[in-house]
């Protein structure tokens, strides 16, 4: 069966054990789901256990069910990191080979002057840290100077931190697009720069919704491409949009939490497209995953799961609703980086019900990419098999 619209929701973060090779990243026994509902031994999550979440891997909160309402399963990512953008660039068929540069020291000196000559400011910061750790540290000595906050994390990310009473939004902004150009090619190539604006006062900064993120191009054509390309529609919640700048999307709608995320993408189902609706979910991973939050990360899915029999009632007969993981961030796991784990795979359609099974541990976060392709009969990309034939209606 062809579907005429297929909604792809990341729930970003949301990892489920780790993969065979997370001996060479350091994550070995990660497990963010299976670790949350150790630490939370209250969580309920009673539509996605009827999904079948409970039947991928053995979830101490989340038991298996008979007759799941999805077919379920999971997906290992090939690419060679454990990032956003690698996660979501394989998502829609890239095979990331060349990891992006990462800083743990904190970036070049010469960097870090390039950047103030050219934006008039000095910077202050300038190493790895939490985004409430580095306003507490900082945030006193910028409302005195004037000058950036930069920091970074495990990923390849700067992010700039300023109090939106000190330096207007509009400037942060051309200051991260200065930093993006300045950091495209080697030596310098960094995955993303984000804006991260705050205000408030000492002890009780609060960073809010105005961030922005400035990505790399993708290394290359995705199916998104593939899929605007032959008129149909591709539209984006959250910051999609910033992951593939753009590129493959004829429609954006950016977004401040999760739930303004779940909610746009409710009203974007009700009304009538054919095509892809593509979501991210981040406060997973932004407010709990690093924060190493594992009460609020278990609060945060529970909120998805009251919403998701909403996100079933707009999947019409003739749509499927992806629901997956871009890597895992294991909030009891040592650091603040991502974790390298499988990601959870649960694909629904109101006429799979009681007909539903695994489709088994997937290769490659790419048969997402396949099946879009598959299924909209487009271009398919060089990695990844559809599951489509598997989804039986």
């Known amino acids: 069966m062809k579907f005429e619209r297929i909604c792809v929701l990341v729930l970003d973060s949301v990892g489920i054990g780790s993969l065979p090779d997370a001996q060479y990243f350091g994550d070995v026994g990660s497990h963010t789901l299976g670790h949350i509902s150790e630490a939370v031994p209250t969580m309920k999550l009673p539509n996605l256990a009827a999904f079948g979440l409970g039947n991928i891997a053995p979830l101490p909160t989340i038991p298996p069910v008979e007759s799941p309402l999805a077919f379920y399963g999971k997906m290992a990512e090939i690419s060679v990191g454990k990032d956003t953008m690698t996660g979501h660039w394989e998502l829609m068929g890239l095979k990331v080979e060349v990891p992006f540069q990462v800083y743990p020291n904190g970036f070049p000196e010469e960097l870090i002057k390039k950047f103030e000559n050219l934006t008039g400011r000095k910077v202050i910061g300038n190493k790895p840290s939490s985004g409430t750790e580095i306003l507490d540290e900082f945030g006193e000595e910028q409302l005195r100077t004037g000058a950036w906050i930069v920091y970074t994390s495990a990923d390849s990310v700067m992010q700039i931190a300023a109090h939106e009473d000190v330096i207007p939004l ?54 998104l491409d593939h899929i605007k390309n032959n008129g149909y529609d591709v ?83 003739k749509d499927l609703l992806i629901i997956t993981a871009d890597h895992g961030n294991d909030p009891t796991w040592q650091g603040t980086d991502h974790t390298r784990e499988y990601v959870p795979i649960l694909i629904y359609n109101p006429l799979l019900t009681n007909n539903s099974c695994s489709i088994g541990t997937r290769e490659t976060f790419a048969d997402v990419a396949a099946t879009l392709a598959h299924n909209f009969k487009v271009t398919e990309p060089k990695i990844g098999a559809s599951f489509l034939e598997m989804i039986h209606v």
């Open 235 to 317: 539209i984006s919640v959250g910051k999609i949009n910033d992951i593939f700048t753009g590129q493959g999307i004829n429609e954006s709608h950016p977004t401040k939490s999760n739930l303004d995320g779940i909610k746009t993408t409710i009203d974007l189902l009700k009304r009538p497209f054919n095509g892809v609706l593509f979501t991210n979910l981040v406060d997973f991973d932004s407010l709990y995953g690093h924060r190493r939050d594992p009460e609020g990360y278990a609060s945060c899915l529970e909120e998805f799961d009251q919403y998701l029999p909403e996100l079933m009632q707009q999947t019409g007969n």
């Open 170 to 223: 509009d400037e942060l902004y051309r200051a991260c697009e200065i930093a993006r150009e300045i950091t495209l090619k080697d030596p310098y190539v960094v995955g993303r720069i984000i804006a991260r604006p705050y205000i408030g006062n000492p002890g009780t900064y609060i960073r809010t919704p105005n961030r922005h993120d400035y990505a790399l191009e993708p290394i290359g054509e995705t199916v």
